[in-house]
């Protein structure tokens, strides 16, 4: 597998300033030593969290209505070249697909995000988690994966079961500027947020986010750990995102400190 180093992304103001990794470093390891990444039983399924937190239903995706999907964002691909798929979140440190190449990557028009509730993999239906999504506005540093032409319809319609379980995303191609300079763009697909779904929750209170991301658990694991492992793996691209940086630190701070 080949990862291309060579494209390097600017760097972000105090992107690099001294102790930003080793801070995320040691709010992570602290983390886990203490145990908190606490899995909930994987009998919670979509048939009992079938209820928004707003109290409308969720729409789960059918086979059929997931594969008219992804033929209708391949349409624009001419099937000989390779397929590029930008991850923003946990498809940076799980994949859970093949590709031959990666690299660090900008996108102008969008940000991250926690802006999706979560009742299966990091929540609960009576304790709902928060995931990442795109939202429209300013920019977003990633990672860009490859995946060889001749295997992208299977390594794709596997990650369109993972990621459009319900509508809440909507897949879009994206332009993706590699390199330090931006000389070099290719058009990647990446999951933007739908903010006509049942799970969508928009710019949420901060001390509700906080206490969120500190105390939801489901099937894939803590909240935390989702947001901490998103973090950290961002800073290993040398990628530095203030606000989750932020956040990071203010959940370590909580999950660490024992309350009074």
Known sequence: MIELTHHRIAALPNERAPGRRDLVHAVVTQYRTLGHNVIVS????????????????????????????LLDTLA??????S????????LIWRPEF???????GLVYGYHRSLCL???????TPEKPGLV???????????????IPAAIAHRELRALWARELVTGSYLPRWLEVRLGADGSERVR??????????????????????VDTVCSASGRNGSCADYVLSTVQSL??????????????????????????
Do not use: C
């Open 188 to 209: 990647a697909i990446g999951f933007v947020m739908n903010r006509t779904a049942d799970g969508y929750a928009g710019e949420v209170d901060r001390a509700l986010l």
């Open 132 to 146: 990442l999504g795109l939202e429209p506005g300013g920019s977003v540093h990633g990672v860009a994966f490859r």
């Open 76 to 81: 624009a691909w001419n099937r000989n070249d």
């Open 42 to 69: 994987s009998q919670i399924d979509f048939a009992e969290a079938s209820v928004a937190p707003s109290g409308a239903p969720f729409h789960t995706l059918t086979d059929d209505e997931r594969e008219a999907s």
């Open 117 to 123: 509730w979560s009742k299966v993999y990091r929540g």
């Open 83 to 90: 397929v590029w798929v930008f991850g923003y979140g946990s």
């Open 235 to 260: 800073a290993e691209h040398d990628i530095y995102d203030r606000h989750l940086a932020k956040l990071a630190e203010e959940v370590g701070v909580k999950i660490t400190v024992p309350s009074e």
């Open 98 to 104: 093949e590709f031959d190449a990666k690299a660090r």
